[in-house]
């Protein structure tokens, strides 16, 4: 009999990972994601006390092989320090997560070493010891040689009497719902089904998830347990007029956005806006090399858009990206990207991190934030603990690089373009499967969950389980 072990993401959004033993003594590690905001961020006294830098709770030796729904770094963002710990086996994912996670991973290396080597120079000053990158681009790399891509649809066996098969979970590129049937020595078969992260219909560019019927245990993620978002016409439609209130107002406007997934959606809109000539700004800047490389692979793998907006594409005779946003302009390099900090208006600059905790929308504070003429858009999720959090909760300054800015630029908070599905959705995906399985709420916050499943319980009379850190169930 297969026991799950739940390790993370649970009664919180990030650092998704669950470890199963088989019965006959082999380790799959589901997920293995890396933990954001909380604690994780800013303790400079006591850098022990940073859940990435915590011990594995299993052997990294001992893990016989690994599954990854899709290359978010809050479900594959530890990979690299799990390889340098020891594990040598497979990782297996869909193609395009595979190409996702090489370019995530080796970014997510390198802002670990440059935030230790920042770190560092700051407790250098104060005779404080210095600390160590929680990994470096070598063990990224290192992951890279183990990754095994496997097609949608496709049954895989991931170690003797272990088979995966990969479903379109709709969230981004490679996103998948994770099948895993279990082979048992009385011929019997248990299914476990993990969604992943669930896509949402305002998701513009991804199919709907796929639909299942049958599992023994379902795993569903809770992000938006608790509520659904709005219509994504209407949202648009707010998206515009923010555009063009701060085309009046002679600022500029931020939008940090997730590399992969948000951006490309936000690039997607603002081009519809332009093609339909309802976008004032005179430039759009997509300041994060990572969001650029990013949108290559998107293009490549275009075939897997949701069949509307190819349409849409054709129907403009767009041959590449560049064509659908003739005013976007990249800026890879440091020197492009300080380059706009001599725009005062007329601009629309997305840019990492999606929550603020790091990346180049930091910098673009230091000359913006603090402008009343300037707005500012979430378009995702804030987790607790980050920067973005709390300036959604309105905080009214913020602290960064040791500095406080004041937060004087208009806030918007734009739920309609999650790429999580909402409570309904979830729900609504939920139902179709014939039987009830034993059903567990992961990945979202407890007061999300305790929602969702009492809305489970109204509407569906399905009693949903909520799980606390280091629970351990037989499938």
Request: one cysteine or more; glycine letters at 8%; charged letters at 25%.
């Given at each position: 009999?297969?026991?799950?072990?739940?390790?993370?993401?649970?009664?919180?959004?990030t650092?998704?990972?669950?470890?199963?033993e088989?019965?006959?003594?082999?380790?799959?590690?589901?997920?293995?994601?890396?933990?954001?905001?909380?604690?994780?961020?800013?303790?400079?006294?006591?850098?022990?006390?940073?859940?990435?830098?915590?011990?594995?709770?299993?052997?990294?030796?001992?893990?016989?092989?690994?599954?990854i729904?899709?290359?978010?770094?809050?479900?594959?963002?530890?990979?690299?320090?799990?390889?340098?710990?020891g594990?040598?086996?497979?990782?297996?994912?869909?193609?395009?997560?595979?190409?996702?996670?090489?370019?995530?991973?080796?970014?997510?290396?390198?802002?670990?070493?440059?935030?230790?080597?920042?770190?560092?120079?700051?407790?250098?000053?104060?005779?404080?010891?210095?600390?160590?990158?929680?990994?470096?681009?070598?063990?990224?790399?290192?992951?890279?040689?183990q990754?095994?891509?496997?097609?949608?649809?496709?049954?895989?066996?991931?170690?003797e009497?272990?088979?995966?098969?990969?479903?379109?979970?709709?969230?981004?590129?490679?996103?998948?719902?994770?099948?895993?049937?279990?082979?048992e020595?009385?011929?019997?078969?248990?299914?476990?089904?993990?969604?992943?992260?669930?896509?949402?219909?305002?998701?513009?560019?991804?199919?709907?998830?796929?639909?299942?019927?049958?599992?023994?245990?379902?795993?569903?993620?809770?992000?938006?347990?608790?509520?659904?978002?709005?219509?994504?016409?209407?949202?648009?439609d707010?998206?515009?007029?923010?555009?063009?209130?701060?085309h009046?107002?002679?600022?500029?406007?931020?939008?940090?956005?997730?590399?992969?997934?948000?951006?490309?959606?936000?690039?997607?809109?603002?081009?519809?806006?332009?093609?339909?000539?309802?976008?004032?700004?005179?430039?759009?800047?997509?300041?994060?090399?990572?969001?650029?490389?990013?949108?290559?692979?998107?293009?490549?793998?275009?075939?897997?858009?949701?069949?509307?907006?190819?349409?849409?594409?054709?129907?403009?005779?767009?041959?590449?990206?560049?064509?659908?946003?003739?005013?976007?302009?990249?800026?890879?390099?440091?020197?492009?990207?300080?380059?706009?900090?001599?725009?005062?208006?007329?601009?629309?600059?997305?840019?990492?991190?999606?929550?603020?905790?790091?990346?180049?929308?930091?910098?673009?504070?230091?000359?913006?934030?603090?402008?009343?003429?300037?707005?500012?858009?979430?378009?995702?999720?804030?987790?607790?603990?980050?920067?973005?959090?709390?300036?959604?909760?309105?905080?009214?300054?913020?602290?960064v690089?040791?500095?406080?800015?004041?937060?004087?630029?208009?806030?918007?908070?734009?739920?309609?373009?999650?790429?999580?599905?909402?409570?309904?959705?979830?729900?609504?995906?939920?139902s179709?499967?014939?039987?009830?399985?034993?059903?567990?709420?992961?990945?979202?916050?407890?007061?999300?969950?305790?929602?969702?499943?009492?809305?489970?319980?109204?509407?569906?009379?399905?009693?949903?389980?909520?799980?606390?850190?280091?629970?351990?169930?037989?499938?």
């Open positions: 009999m297969a026991l799950l072990n739940f390790l993370g993401a649970i009664q919180q959004v650092g998704s990972c669950y470890l199963i088989t019965h006959d003594k082999k380790n799959i590690l589901l997920e293995c994601g890396m933990q954001q905001g909380g604690d994780n961020e800013n303790n400079h006294d006591d850098p022990g006390n940073n859940n990435n830098r915590s011990a594995f709770t299993f052997n990294p030796e001992h893990i016989d092989a690994v599954v729904s899709h290359a978010h770094i809050d479900h594959s963002g530890m990979l690299p320090r799990l390889v340098a710990e594990f040598r086996g497979p990782i297996y994912a869909t193609d395009a997560t595979c190409e996702l996670m090489d370019l995530m991973l080796l970014d997510s290396a390198h802002i670990q070493e440059k935030d230790a080597e920042w770190e560092n120079r700051w407790r250098a000053r104060r005779g404080k010891r210095p600390i160590k990158p929680i990994y470096v681009s070598e063990d990224a790399e290192r992951v890279m040689k990754l095994v891509a496997v097609e949608y649809e496709t049954l895989t066996e991931v170690v009497g272990v088979k995966v098969n990969f479903h379109d979970a709709g969230h981004i590129i490679g996103s998948a719902i994770v099948q895993l049937e279990f082979h020595p009385n011929n019997s078969v248990r299914t476990l089904v993990f969604s992943g992260d669930l896509g949402s219909t305002c998701s513009p560019l991804m199919k709907a998830p796929s639909i299942l019927k049958h599992a023994d245990v379902l795993l569903l993620e809770s992000t938006y347990g608790d509520r659904d978002h709005r219509c994504n016409e209407e949202t648009l707010e998206l515009a007029k923010i555009l063009e209130q701060a009046q107002d002679g600022g500029n406007v931020m939008i940090p956005a997730f590399s992969v997934g948000r951006t490309q959606d936000i690039l997607f809109h603002l081009g519809r806006f332009y093609q339909e000539g309802r976008l004032p700004q005179h430039t759009v800047y997509l300041d994060s090399p990572m969001a650029i490389r990013a949108n290559a692979i998107y293009f490549r793998h275009r075939d897997d858009f949701d069949e509307e907006n190819r349409a849409m594409l054709r129907k403009h005779n767009i041959q590449n990206a560049d064509d659908w946003l003739p005013i976007l302009k990249l800026t890879p390099t440091p020197d492009e990207s300080m380059a706009i900090n001599k725009v005062k208006s007329g601009a629309i600059i997305v840019a990492g991190s999606g929550m603020c905790n790091g990346g180049r929308i930091i910098h673009h504070f230091k000359h913006n934030l603090w402008r009343k003429e300037c707005h500012m858009i979430f378009t995702g999720f804030q987790a607790r603990g980050t920067t973005g959090r709390a300036i959604v909760d309105g905080a009214t300054t913020v602290r690089f040791r500095e406080d800015i004041m937060v004087g630029a208009q806030v918007h908070t734009l739920g309609g373009f999650s790429a999580h599905a909402g409570q309904t959705q979830l729900i609504e995906w939920a179709h499967f014939e039987n009830h399985p034993e059903l567990y709420l992961i990945h979202g916050e407890l007061e999300k969950m305790q929602i969702l499943q009492s809305e489970f319980k109204k509407r569906l009379n399905w009693e949903a389980n909520i799980p606390e850190q280091g629970d351990r169930i037989a499938l």
